[in-house]
């Protein structure tokens, strides 16, 4: 007995002595590199050719080294931290409107004042090209640098000249810089179909979870018998704010949320601690790929404890938690401190940032190496790789002719003509392209040269020069020839060949003009594939319900 209670103790000390080993060399390495790194940097500042600018520099070096880390470790000098501060409140003191270039006249454009902001009180107008900020002309400048002198100090005024299509001479507008809060919740309310309620979330700012509880409380008021929360595009934001979105619609006292860090404060226990607003309604969550981090917590933990559907298409895949850490002269660390792990007790981060390929990239969990767990009723979800939704629904391929329309000049042009003509339109829910809008739009599209990247001819060019490389190309050159021919740019045969999908880029741009940003969501929301599979599912209590059930 003795004997094995002296190899016991031994064998623990043994380990005792090895941890405190590798500490100790942690802590040399740690600071035999911080040595080495103010050593380098001391020297070239001394004997480098040129004088070394120490923040540019120093800067670099830190970025290369959160580069090795993950994408969300970010540094903020004290110049960044109004950036910083909008991205965790979605508050900023502008004049509350995106702007964009307006690549022909290499100038930038208002492109979308919010409704109620400084901007549309004052009467600015999508397509108004500017011109000068307090006199100072602000043609070539990027929208980086407008945007900066758009913003300032709330309750400070400045001029602003610009150029409106229509008006002859420039005009020129009085504006007072307010606090913007960019909306979180851009838009809610009732579907045509009389009983569906629809919330829009596009990030976990600040408060963000009272907005959706004072939006469901008006849905239900109005006569919503279901839910519909779209998180897509939703890149996340508060953690704390997406367990009282959840709350809303759980009971309270559940454990919604662990963390699990390095350090002890880094590992907390979240649970529901508030009564809900409704455990039994029916509810849908719409995800995409786009929707990361706190949209995963929320849609995730709904999924595990069988209170949502979810529809859409698989998350991204980010179950990491950032906080916030003073640095000095007024700088943030934003680090990645712990992983988040939902009820079913499952991680779904989808990227393994410590192990990479040869190329230096993060190395992607397959699904085959994924984990089983169980949701409350039992059915099977798994961790890594994001949220799979209940119903997935199949993205369609869009072109490439899509992508640069609503990049291009043409588009926004267009958009202006028509506003120019049309006093009114109708309501964004009833509003339509028409067959003459279409053919006009067609016409100052073909009239304005415009062009775009064709994926098929690029990849036709890297075939044949490959294959004159390999020396083929002279046998095949008929076959080349005749693929080619197929592959003819046809710019009107493409626009009619798409016209189903362009038509709605083109009424948003219009809607835009006015009813805002929410007259925008309502048009899109008509041909919307996700939601109108969410509606299909919660039309039918049978399918909704067996959407939970467990087979056995």
């Known amino acids: 007995m003795k004997k094995t209670t002296l190899v016991m103790a031994s064998a623990l000390a043994l380990c005792l002595c090895l941890v405190g080993f590798k500490r100790d060399n942690h802590n040399f390495q740690v600071s035999k590199n911080l040595d080495v790194f103010n050593s380098v940097y001391k020297e070239l500042d001394m004997f480098y050719v040129d004088t070394i600018d120490p923040q540019k520099v120093i800067r670099a070096g830190i970025d290369a080294m959160l580069e090795e880390i993950d994408p969300y470790t970010t540094y903020y000098l004290e110049d960044d931290m109004d950036e910083f501060k909008q991205m965790i409140t979605g508050k900023y003191a502008g004049i509350g409107s995106v702007i964009r270039l307006y690549k022909k006249r290499d100038r930038v454009v208002i492109y979308e004042p919010y409704e109620g902001t400084p901007a549309a009180e004052a009467g600015l107008k999508v397509g108004d090209v500017i011109l000068e900020i307090d006199g100072k002309d602000v043609g070539g400048m990027t929208t980086d640098k407008v945007s900066e002198m758009l913003r300032g100090e709330a309750g400070t005024t400045f001029v602003l000249k610009v150029d409106r299509p229509g008006e002859e001479t420039p005009l020129e507008f009085k504006i007072t810089r307010r606090n913007i809060q960019t909306p979180s919740v851009p838009y809610y309310g009732i579907l045509p179909n009389g009983s569906t309620g629809y919330i829009q979330l596009t990030s976990f700012t600040d408060r963000c979870a009272r907005d959706v509880r004072r939006a469901v409380i008006e849905l239900k008021e109005q006569g919503a018998k279901e839910l519909v929360l779209d998180l ?321």
């Not at 007024?330 to 992983?339: A, F, R, Y």
């Not at 990247?453 to 050159?477: N, P």
């Not at 880029?505 to 309502?522: D, N, T």
């Open 232 to 552: 897509r595009g939703n890149g996340g934001g508060s953690l704390n704010e997406a367990i009282e979105i959840v709350n809303l619609f759980v009971p309270k006292g559940l454990e919604l949320i662990s963390t699990r860090g390095k350090l002890r404060q880094a590992s907390n226990v979240y649970k529901s601690t508030r009564e809900p607003l409704d455990v039994e309604i029916p509810l849908a969550v719409l995800v995409d790929g786009s929707s990361a981090s706190a949209s995963e917590i929320v849609a995730g933990s709904l999924q595990d404890l069988d209170r949502a559907v979810i529809v859409g298409a698989r998350t991204y895949g980010k179950g990491l938690v950032q906080v916030s850490r003073d640095l000095p002269y007024n700088g943030q660390l934003k680090v990645t401190t712990s992983k988040y792990y939902i009820p079913s007790g499952r991680c779904i981060q989808a990227l393994d940032y410590q192990h990479r390929d040869a190329s230096g990239r993060a190395i992607r969990t397959p699904d085959s190496l994924t984990n089983v767990f169980y949701t409350a009723a039992g059915r099977e979800v798994r961790d890594g790789g994001g949220i799979r939704p209940d119903v997935e629904v199949k993205v369609e391929e869009q072109t490439n002719l899509l992508y640069y329309l609503a990049n291009d000049d043409v588009l926004l042009e267009y958009g202006t003509e028509y506003a120019l003509s049309h006093e009114t339109i109708a309501d964004a829910q009833s509003f339509m392209i028409t067959d003459e809008d279409y053919a006009a739009f067609k016409k100052m599209v073909v009239e304005s040269g415009f062009k775009y990247d064709r994926q098929s001819e690029d990849a036709l060019k890297r075939l044949k020069d490959i294959a004159e490389f390999e020396g083929y190309l002279e046998d095949a050159k008929a076959e080349f020839e005749a693929l080619e021919k197929k592959l003819q740019h046809n710019l009107e045969a493409e626009l009619d060949r798409f016209a189903d999908y362009i038509k709605p880029l083109i009424a948003s741009e219009i809607v835009k003009r006015y009813y805002f940003q929410r007259g925008v969501i309502i048009q899109q929301l008509k041909k919307d594939p996700d939601l109108d599979k969410a509606l299909e599912i919660l039309g039918d209590s049978e399918s909704y319900a067996s959407i939970f059930a467990v087979n056995k």
